[in-house]
């Protein structure tokens, strides 16, 4: 069975759980991935070679994901600076591509419900709130 991953123009924090999930954001698009089907914490030593250890775990990990039966798998996680500690990648179970700005609206929409919530917690019950005046302290 073939299974793809596609982009998808909505978004709603009433499924996130920062434990199991990864938000990445960028000026086009955002990523959301959850669980972890692969680590990868082979040392990026010679990362640029084909043929280096990083570059074998790397294909690997593709490699045992395309036969799974996932058309596009992605790796994600970070690199560090001292390519000889430890990389910290992971294949996740699951990811979507989403639209930038149907994010920003949802990121949006959530911290008005949070100062919504804050406001009733302090006995405060204004008809209207709005983002621009008002923070979460």
Do not use: W
């Given at each position: 069975m073939q299974r793809t991953q596609s982009e998808t123009l909505t978004f709603s924090f009433a499924s996130f759980s920062p434990k199991t999930e990864?938000?990445?954001?960028?000026?086009?698009?955002?990523?959301?991935?959850?669980?972890?089907?692969q680590t990868i914490i082979q040392p990026a030593i010679d990362g640029d070679d084909n043929?280096?250890?990083f570059q074998r775990a790397i294909q690997r990990a593709f490699?045992?994901?395309?036969?799974?039966g996932i058309n596009n798998p992605i790796i994600i996680g970070s690199i560090p600076f001292d390519v000889?500690?430890?990389?910290?990648?992971?294949?996740?179970?699951?990811?979507?591509?989403?639209?930038?700005?149907?994010?920003?609206?949802a990121t949006r929409l959530f911290h008005l419900h949070?100062?919504?919530?804050?406001?009733?917690?302090?006995?405060?019950?204004?008809?209207?709130?709005?983002?621009?005046?008002l923070s979460l302290k």
């Amino acid at each position: 069975m073939q299974r793809t991953q596609s982009e998808t123009l909505t978004f709603s924090f009433a499924s996130f759980s920062p434990k199991t999930e990864f938000i990445f954001t960028s000026e086009h698009r955002s990523l959301m991935a959850s669980g972890i089907n692969q680590t990868i914490i082979q040392p990026a030593i010679d990362g640029d070679d084909n043929n280096s250890l990083f570059q074998r775990a790397i294909q690997r990990a593709f490699l045992l994901e395309k036969q799974k039966g996932i058309n596009n798998p992605i790796i994600i996680g970070s690199i560090p600076f001292d390519v000889n500690q430890p990389s910290c990648l992971y294949v996740p179970t699951a990811f979507k591509f989403i639209d930038r700005h149907a994010f920003q609206h949802a990121t949006r929409l959530f911290h008005l419900h949070l100062l919504r919530l804050k406001c009733f917690q302090l006995g405060v019950f204004p008809m209207n709130i709005r983002l621009n005046r008002l923070s979460l302290k």
